[in-house]
């Protein structure tokens, strides 16, 4: 086994990540479900106040390195904490979000889903101005996409 001094190891290791150490429990999270595989915790900066995080225990950075068999345990864990926010808190309704890579807006690499309880009128703005397709170009796009997804294997 070869051991890497810290202050070599890359960027973002996972050693260094926070949620990893969150999920050991080596620093502290408020943590409102957890089993064997999976853990969900109160964001500190919460968009609305009830803002949960879901991640997988095993470090996996973002939707694409996950494996489709942890990716489902996450999303069971997400419909219960939807479930949650909406009766716990009599939200009125609920948010899912997750960011792969920067430009996305990921900020902690180690993936997780945002659950955001909602209410009427609560003034939170999940907002994009709208693109709009040229001749033909829809179908392109689509092309693409289908061609992407064929080659893979899941
Ligand atoms: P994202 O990577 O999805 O853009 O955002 C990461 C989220 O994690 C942010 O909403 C941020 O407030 C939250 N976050 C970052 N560090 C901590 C932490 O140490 N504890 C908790 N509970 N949340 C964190
Ligand atoms: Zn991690």
Redesign the pocket.
Known sequence: MVIVPEFKRPRGHMQDC??CK?VKHE?P??IVYEDADVVA???????RKG?L?IAPKTHSKDMLSVSPEALAKVMRVVQRCGRGVQKGLSADGFNV???NGRAS?????HL?F?VIPRAHNDGLRIDWEHEIYGPGEIKRFAEKIITACADEKT
């Open positions: 926070i949620f969150i620093v999270a408020t915790f109160l964001d500190i900066m919460p968009a803002h995080l979000l997750q960011f807006g990921q900020i902690v690499d997780h945002h």
